[in-house]
């Protein structure tokens, strides 16, 4: 049999050109090869986020898995006394607070009703009419529970109530496959990663911040991080933009390449909203064919707030998930399992992102269906 | 004409197998295929360290820059009012302590005398009898200045006038090209970086702790950082090298089959004491033509501390540096200018690790040295 295809929400399935370029031979990283590359692959991020260079915004693309942004974040625009709230929607925005709380003493959590839920919107209006937060976090799409936020919406309301309140977006799950306008909905920072969306083998932190969240990171007295210190690499970073080249610590240049590679097939329609719109697509016809025709139950309590990314399924009574995750691999598929406290044996979680689903690759999306159909028919699942 | 050849001191050139594993097709991170590898590449690192599993030591191997293990070390086993000692031989010595007073009210800096020279050992053995030091840091190879130092000396007098010290070796352009023994010269911590002699692009943080490092770094109360937090690293990095999957933040899968199948190049052998040699021969012969055809001063002040992985180089009277580098680069090879404050224009860096020094490729070693005396006599220089 040939290898298994990975449709777990990252690492997802690279495409051929984007493999080819993680092969690159050796560049000094300061060469004029590798900077015109590095300043490729940055400007490209920009137009990902939709931020214009007038915005003074900053992209930042650093070695090191997402994780790394919760600590950009933290290190950078979060201070001891300052108060954040964190929008919770499932284990990945809950772990985004315990990052938080390194950094800062006053970090207080909004959590949804019930697992599969969104953060009920008039609470957190109340909750930020009555506390001045100096921090917001949301997590666009919480890859535990497939909750999707409306970070729109959400922005409008700490626009009116918070105005000064930074906004904080984890994109990890959600960059280049759903919906985020980070100048015109005036967003303060947003983080994600290579291996999701963004197509490109895990290793990089991408992310962006605003000319008030970079003022607020260079107006820091003390910095608590050396590697993850925005003083330090905004330099570094504005260089390479500028086609010249800087050093603070080695870049990863083979990701980089696979990284400018991977943004213009995202970009090839001419901006990243055509790459969204067809993940909407994908993702809603494959969730009508799991709730229509297998019967089963979707986590997110509504469509209207289930992410485009991935789809996260209870397994239906009866179904071992065990059995079914090992059937799915003998059928050629690699998927995930749950990862949300007591529910984590009671759902399953398939990543539908990039080639394999709006791609060259996007036949593989359909055959991932069917080997869902076929894995459950096999262990006796009857609609 | 092909491409040129980088030989700085690193990124350096990678072996063909290294770069075909760079394009392996994705893998999930928990997966049984990936599992099997990273706990081979932990495997490894340690006997690259020559560490035992019995020394109850830690490897590490991160998804960042070298850089990162130096967040590491301050952020795990360093105290805020802990005394730290950084001996410093160059660039790369005073980095490491900027790193270190992030966490650290107490960093003092004993430098060597001049440039190229290593630190006087009776004024550091008289430094630390006076005073207490809780962590002592050497850069066993400074990459700015070329200049080796005694770790295992250094290490012998620590343990001998202040054992409660913890010894941290910055080994990134050291390891697998210098002698090193963890467990029986009794350090605390090592960290190095995949582009260097380790011969994997860029972009992974491999570092080892010894039994007394974790403890400190376990014991310590309040973490200083989410990312570089060991607490956190320990147990995934235990269940991997176990063979059991787990999750903290997503491995760069890519990177690390390339390190696993480097690794193997590396301890071809059967250890990583023939290699470590035959880098030592590869250099001195190098250094030797440089000294003694061609006439050049190296700015390590005796050959018994001139580090093997690369060789830094006064320019001679008359050559103009940027000339000979654009001269060096018509004639097929990258490599470095100099990087240390009031000396940065005054010599070159050119780096010889891997496979283009020691592995498949090493007849570049020699193309290198004959395109040097060639740009140098195309520039008009004369012994």
Redesign the interface.
């Known amino acids: 049999m040939s290898?298994?295809?990975?449709f777990?929400p990252?690492?997802?399935?690279?495409s051929a050109n984007v493999?080819?370029a993680?092969?690159t031979?050796?560049?000094?990283?300061t060469?004029p090869e590798f900077i015109k590359v590095f300043q490729s692959a940055l400007q490209k991020t920009r137009r990902v986020f939709c931020s214009s260079p007038s915005s003074a915004s900053q992209p930042f693309i650093?070695?090191?898995?997402?994780?790394?942004g919760?600590?950009l974040c933290?290190?950078n625009l979060v201070n001891r006394s300052d108060k954040v709230l964190v929008l919770s929607t499932g284990f990945f925005s809950d772990s985004f607070s315990?990052?938080l709380k390194?950094y800062s003493d006053h970090v207080d959590i909004l959590e949804a009703e019930s697992f599969g839920d969104v953060v009920d919107l008039q609470k957190f209006k109340s909750k930020i009419s009555n506390l001045q937060y100096d921090v917001i976090t949301i997590t666009q799409t919480d890859t535990s529970s497939g909750v999707l936020s409306n970070v729109e919406e959400i922005s409008k309301i700490i626009k009116d109530v918070s105005p000064n309140s930074l906004i904080v977006v984890d994109a990890v799950c959600a960059t280049a496959c759903e919906s985020l306008e980070f100048d015109s909905w005036g967003i303060d920072y947003v983080l994600t990663?290579s291996?999701k969306a963004i197509g490109v083998?895990?290793?990089l932190s991408i992310s962006i911040a605003s000319k008030r969240a970079i003022e607020k990171a260079l107006s820091k007295e003390k910095?608590?991080?050396?590697?993850?210190?925005m003083k330090r690499w905004i330099p570094i970073m504005q260089a390479y933009e500028a086609g010249k080249g800087a050093?603070?610590?080695?870049?990863?240049?083979?990701?980089v390449h696979a990284l400018d590679v991977s943004l213009d097939e995202l970009l090839a329609s001419g901006s990243i909203h055509e790459r969204i719109n067809a993940h909407k697509v994908a993702s809603d016809n494959f969730k009508n064919k799991l709730v229509n025709e297998l019967g089963l139950k979707l986590v997110p309590t509504s469509p209207s707030h289930a992410a485009h990314g991935l789809s996260v399924v209870y397994y239906p009574e009866g179904i071992n998930g065990g059995d079914l995750l090992a059937k799915m691999a003998e059928n050629g598929f690699?998927i995930?399992s749950g990862?949300y406290k007591d529910y984590k044996d009671k759902y399953f979680r398939i990543g539908h992102m990039g080639d394999s689903v709006v791609g060259q690759r996007k036949d593989e999306f359909p055959q991932c269906y069917e080997a869902l159909k076929k894995s459950l028919q096999q262990l006796g699942y009857k609609k």
Chains 1, 2 share one sequence.
């Open positions: 290898r298994k295809l990975t777990i990252g690492p997802i399935e690279f493999l080819k993680m092969a031979p050796s560049q000094a990283h060469s650093l070695s090191g898995s997402g994780t790394l919760w600590d933290g290190a315990n990052c390194v990663a291996q083998p895990a290793g910095p608590t991080s050396f590697f993850a210190d050093y603070f610590a080695t870049p990863a240049v083979q990701l690699t995930a990862i």
